[in-house]
């Protein structure tokens, strides 16, 4: 039993080293096991589809007029069978696992549909087909179908490993009339010079408990104090002075008690959560091109304009994307053996998008990766519920008036949208680390540089985990 154990061992020790020795930095290795073309008893493609629990609605069986006719559709969801009562870490250890036996083995899947984190490994490993190589051999998608900043976003070091179909934008926002148009997209020595400048009675922004000023301010300044690009990061200096400038500004939780009458309820909602100005930055989420969007804006601020400040950061952009919800990145394999099967069902995914009904109120679209979709969004007429050029209501004292968004305002959220870039690979898990390290100081139990150094170890020991 022992010598089976050593054996084992060792078997699985090399093929860990022949995994780790094809995967070379951005190309794929000659001696990568190619897996093995399928084909139906009619002779129809088999294209099988890796997902690490994303499945694409048309590939459900209750959808199944959805899918291309001449290509049969397996899936392989790498999170089946795993403990969900087990930690997270261990979860994703598993999944992991059983995605390399795979692609060691030479059964990778045809197509894989994970999460930032999984993508960036993937493509790290340089097992992810470069899709534009697709779009000049094949037909479908090309790059004039997709915006500028999509097409740039998705691109690294001149290839698209993966591609989405829409995405979600996480931004701020203050009305012009408190912070200029010239602080778009502000640095944080902007952010904390307004900090001691916010009215009588006005938070610098919504605070949900004692955390809440240093998530904004260093949402983004974490991340970019992360070089994916040559796998390195540095959390001292100005980071360090900003986690400290959070530490020592403690916040109070502004909250209201409850009330029966109800028009009275909604007048102490709105000075809690900003309606009358009760704090100077709004969080913005973007979820759509769509009456939520102008409900949330040109609504919301009583037709006021607004600035986009966004989360403080040096390098002259203050928002980040994640991938819409239920929509993973999608990549192609390259030991898939049939990449032209899997480029038309790719296709396929990323095209069909179901547009919502007339009376449906949706605001989890996601903002679309085409042009196309872009002009259908754009000028979507009044009488579908989600449209942004539908009626809207803004809010005005203890009513509520109706009115349409500008042609002005609609155009300035529209080129906000479309500036921000699209980077959908930054792994999750790095924005976790600075969270956990960075909450400990604001509740005074660890100091600015010490976390600094705790975050600086734990992230160069994930980066080079990663290689």
């Given at each position: ?83 969900k ?73 001149g ?32 952010a ?32 970019n ?19 400290d ?8 939780v502004?909250?209201f ?55 403080p950061?040096?390098n ?23 990449k ?36 259908y ?14 009626k809207?209501?803004?809010?005005d ?40 390290e ?14 600094a ?15």
């Amino acid at each position: 039993m022992k010598r089976c154990k050593i054996t084992l061992c060792l078997i699985v020790l090399a093929l860990s080293m022949t995994f780790a020795a094809s995967c070379s930095s951005g190309t794929k290795d000659s001696s990568m096991l190619m897996n093995e073309a399928k084909f139906s008893e009619d002779g129809k493609p088999v294209v099988t589809i890796g997902t690490v629990g994303f499945t694409d609605e048309m590939f459900l069986s209750k959808n199944k007029t959805a899918r291309p006719k001449d290509i049969i559709v397996e899936i392989v969801n790498y999170s089946d069978g795993v403990d969900k009562d087990l930690p997270v870490n261990e979860q994703e250890r598993i999944i992991r696992q059983k995605i390399d036996s795979d692609f060691i083995s030479g059964n990778a899947p045809d197509i894989m549909i994970a999460d930032s984190e999984e993508i960036y490994r993937l493509n790290r490993l340089g097992i992810l087909t470069d899709l534009y190589q697709l779009m000049e051999q094949y037909d479908g998608i090309k790059k004039d179908d997709f915006t500028d900043c999509a097409l740039e976003g998705l691109t690294i070091d001149g290839k698209m490993p993966a591609i989405l179909e829409n995405y979600y934008i996480r931004t701020a926002a203050a009305k012009t009339e408190f912070v200029g148009k010239e602080y778009e997209n502000w640095t944080a020595a902007d952010a904390m010079r307004f900090f001691g400048t916010t009215a009588e009675n006005q938070d610098f922004c919504e605070y949900f408990d004692e955390s809440s000023l240093a998530d904004y301010m260093l949402k983004l300044e974490g991340i970019n104090c992360v070089d994916l690009k040559n796998n390195s990061c540095n959390f001292g200096g100005a980071f360090t002075e900003l986690l400290d400038f959070c530490k020592k500004n403690p916040i109070q939780v502004r909250s209201f008690e409850y009330a029966e009458d109800f028009d009275e309820l909604k007048q102490k909602e709105r000075q809690c959560y900003g309606l009358n100005d009760a704090f100077l930055v709004y969080e913005i989420p973007i979820n759509s091109f769509s009456s939520g969007l102008a409900s949330g804006t040109f609504g919301y601020l009583n037709e006021a304009d607004l600035t986009f400040v966004g989360y403080p950061s040096e390098n002259g952009c203050g928002a980040y994307v994640t991938p819409a919800i239920n929509n993973g990145l999608i990549g192609i394999c390259s030991q898939s053996s049939n990449k032209e099967a899997a480029w038309e069902l790719l296709n396929k995914m990323i095209q069909h998008r179901v547009r919502p009904e007339k009376s449906a109120h949706s605001d989890v679209m996601g903002i679309p990766v085409f042009k196309s979709e872009w002009e259908y969004y754009y000028d979507l007429t009044e009488d579908h519920n989600s449209s942004i050029n539908s009626k809207i209501y803004t809010y005005d004292g203890s009513r509520d008036t109706a009115t349409y968004i500008t042609q002005e305002y609609k155009d300035m959220l529209r080129d906000y949208i479309l500036s921000v870039p699209v980077n959908p690979y930054t792994p999750r898990s790095l924005e976790y680390i600075i969270e956990e390290e960075c909450d400990p100081v604001i509740i005074d139990n660890r100091s600015a540089e010490e976390a600094a150094s705790i975050m600086q170890n734990r992230i160069e020991t994930y980066l080079s985990e990663k290689d």
